[in-house]
Structure formats: C-alpha cells, structure tokens
C-alpha cells in the first residue's frame, strides 16, 4: 500500500529514528566516556554542516572546525571548566577570522551548538541518566505531537517566510506534549510541579532551535543540512532541537535550582 505524499517519508523516518534512539538511549544510560565521545562528535558534526552551509568551497576548514569543536566539546568534560571553555572560545574565533562567508551566523551558531554539548555532558555527570532521559523525551515528545499535528490538523503556519511546514498546531500541540513529559517526569525524578512549566518553555526552546536551524538553510539555500541521516537529512536537521533545549536548561538550571546544578 502505498502511502500519501504527506506520509511518504514517515517509515524511513521511522528507522532512523530507531537507530538513533537504540544508540543514543544505550550511551545515555551507560554514560562515561562512551556518552561524552558520542556528543563530541555530534557536535563535530554540526559544526561541518554549519561550515558546509555557510562556505560550502571551504572543504577543509569545514573538516578542521570539525574536529577542532569536537575535541573542544569532550575537553569540556575532563578539563577544568575555564580551559575548555576556552578551547570553545578559540573554536569559534579561528571559524571568524578563516571563514570568508557567513561568519556572523557562525559566531552566533556555533557557540550554541558547542553550549549544547556542555549542557548535555555536565547534565549527564551531574544530575544522571533520568534527567537525561527527561529532557530528551521533551524534545522527541514536541517534534513527535508537532509532526503528527501538523499534519493532521494543519491550519495557519507559525512561521512561513522562516520555517513553511511548522504550523500553530504543531506548535500547541508540542508544548503539551512537553508539559505532560513534565508531569509524567515528576515522581521519577523527585521533583515538584514547576517540572510542568519548565518543560514546556524547554520545548519553546527546542522549537527555537529549530526555527534557527531552519533561518540558516534558508540562508544558505538549502533543504538539509546534509544527508547524513536518511530520512531526517542532516545532524543539525535531527539535533536542531536538542541543541535549543540544552542551551536553555544551562541557562535555566541553576536559576530554578534543578539538583546539583548544571
């Protein structure tokens, strides 16, 4: 049988899907040096395609950037916090001063994507697999309810002349599926209500990202970031939203007060 054009991508989406959360949700519960390897190299990987979009003739600088933000994102994890942060800072400064297009998207969007690993590695080491999980739910729980709605309701578009598909319906409906990721979350984890709202403004972040993501390929006249994941395009088309919402738990952590501190 042969699917609808609006659905015609939903079972390769669906594999990858599979694999990345098999692979991923392994590493997120092991943790350790596996999980601190696997974020580094997503995050390697966002920065080549952010580089590949912005100067696409720039093989090799997008090659060495690459390499160069991976390290510096798994530094972050055994280093003390100023030397890796520092590594970050010289990631970012030595793309704006070699990049001969697009350099002040890559000084806004690269650090962010790099904050994202840190986040995710400090939330990792610090709070342990569950709040992982947590915030990994909320972003799959808003881009899951948000690709479904949109499909199925439809209605009037978010935000076309950025990002055409988001409709006001998926966005709605990914804010409440974060919320009850939230509430779902709250005996497991130990924590009170304000997990609710918290969720859902970290989904507004991860829908942020995406619509970042998508000013970016827009920008550079692009439907993907890559190819790299079949039936999602590319890293950042799959980890867009991941990076929104980890860049705002760093943000928000210690101002709620989440345990230990991010």
């Given amino acids: 049988m042969t699917l609808p054009d609006r659905w015609a991508d939903l079972p390769v989406r669906l594999g990858s899907a599979v694999v990345l959360i098999g692979v991923g949700g392994a590493e997120m519960w092991i943790g350790g040096i596996g999980f601190n390897a696997l974020v580094a190299v997503i995050c390697g990987a966002m920065i080549w395609e952010l580089v590949r979009m912005l100067s696409p003739v720039q093989v090799r600088l997008g090659v060495a950037l690459a390499f160069a933000g991976g390290a510096a994102a798994l ?5 003390p916090q100023v030397w890796g942060l520092g590594g970050l800072g010289a990631v970012v400064v030595a793309g704006g001063m070699t ?20 986040s ?28 479904f709605a949109g499909r199925l309701i439809g209605g009037p578009k978010f935000w076309p002349r ?25 005996a497991p984890l130990g924590a009170g209500v304000a997990l609710v709202p918290l969720s859902v403004v970290l989904a507004m972040a991860a829908q942020l990202g995406d619509i970042a993501e998508s000013a970016v390929k827009r920008r550079a006249g692009v439907k993907d970031s890559s190819r790299l994941i079949p039936g999602h395009g590319g890293v950042m088309d799959r980890f867009d939203g991941m990076v929104g919402a980890a860049v705002m ?6 101002v709620v007060g989440l345990p230990g501190g991010v």
């Fill in 99 to 118: 990049l001969t297009e697009g350099r002040r998207v890559w000084t806004g969007y690269a650090p962010v994507i790099l904050l994202a690993g840190l």
């Fill in 75 to 79: 530094a972050l994890a055994y280093l």
């Fill in 120 to 147: 995710l590695i400090a939330l990792r080491a610090g709070f342990g697999a569950g709040w992982l999980i947590w915030l990994v739910a909320i972003v799959i729980a808003s881009d899951v309810l948000g690709y």
């Fill in 249 to 254: 738990l760093l943000l928000a952590g210690p």
């Fill in 162 to 186: 950025v990002s055409p598909k988001k409709t006001w319906s998926g966005t709605v409906a990914g804010w409440i599926g974060a919320g009850l990721v939230g509430w779902a979350a709250m």
